[in-house]
């Protein structure tokens, strides 16, 4: 099924508000826990999902210097994660060392290891952005598919990229990895930060394994209402029930 390719983002402030959504949305099989939840429950939320059979990504956004990446993801993955992410921008030996310790750290909880995704670019940034503020010169079609390559070279599963950049992305890359998209909106949704957005529909159609929505469903004022609609919506087009 396509929803199956939803995953939605538990993009809430504490635990009550995350185990109020859950509840409400109980034929959500995966969930996203970023760093904003996790950091006000701790692993306790992941417990609780796991407690339900739900499936997790675990959104930290590692970034350090690769020591630490490396103890992050090795602690990580003994959490039993479906998904968990690093920066691409770590640079290859902190990508080799997070491949390493997620298998370490899997093995040593008895849990399978995650699938270790790198971010390319964060879905709030645009082309202006990336010259003016970060001073890169490559044009951002080229900086996420570089991104992606280094995370492929360095044995990581598959990269986090915006749904614009995932057809030149799965044409290099391969069928073999895995690429995960944000900064979905539906065409009724607000497209709020998200600068480089394309609609669940075209993005499925575009390459992407997954989708990762948040408030077009959370912060809807009916998230079940909000939910059904995105999956009508993928179910009605043809195309995507191809894929």
């Not at 609780?48 to 059979?53: E, H, V």
């Not at 990446?69 to 990508?95: E, F, M, P, S």
Request: charged fraction near 20%.
């Amino acid at each position: 099924m396509t929803t199956e390719k939803i995953i939605v983002a538990l993009d809430v402030p504490d635990l009550e508000s995350a185990i109020t959504l859950v509840d409400k949305l109980p034929q959500v099989t995966f969930w996203k826990v970023g760093l904003e939840l996790f950091t006000s429950t701790g692993p306790q939320i992941l417990e609780i999902l796991k407690s339900r059979q739900k499936q997790i990504f675990l959104d930290l956004k590692f970034h350090d210097i690769p020591n630490t990446v490396a103890g992050a993801c090795r602690a990580a993955a003994g959490y039993g994660v479906d998904l968990l992410t690093v920066h691409a921008t770590n640079g290859k030996d902190a990508l080799k060392a997070a491949t390493e310790a997620v298998q370490v750290g899997a093995e040593k909880a008895g849990t399978e290891p995650p699938k270790l995704i790198a971010i390319t670019l964060l879905t709030s940034i645009y082309a202006r952005q990336l010259v003016f503020d970060l001073k890169i010169t490559l044009e951002l079609p080229e900086f996420a598919l570089q991104m992606a390559l280094l995370a492929q070279e360095s044995g990581l599963d598959g990269a986090v990229c915006s749904p614009q950049e995932v057809t030149q992305l799965r044409e290099t890359c391969g069928n073999d990895f895995l690429f995960v998209c944000p900064g979905v909106r539906p065409l009724w949704a607000d497209k709020g930060d998200q600068k480089r957005s394309l609609t669940p529909s075209q993005a499925i159609e575009a390459g992407a394994d997954y989708l990762v929505i948040g408030r077009p469903i959370t912060a809807a004022s009916d998230p079940e209402l909000a939910w059904q609609k995105i999956s009508e919506e993928l179910h009605s087009d043809k195309s995507v029930n191809q894929v």
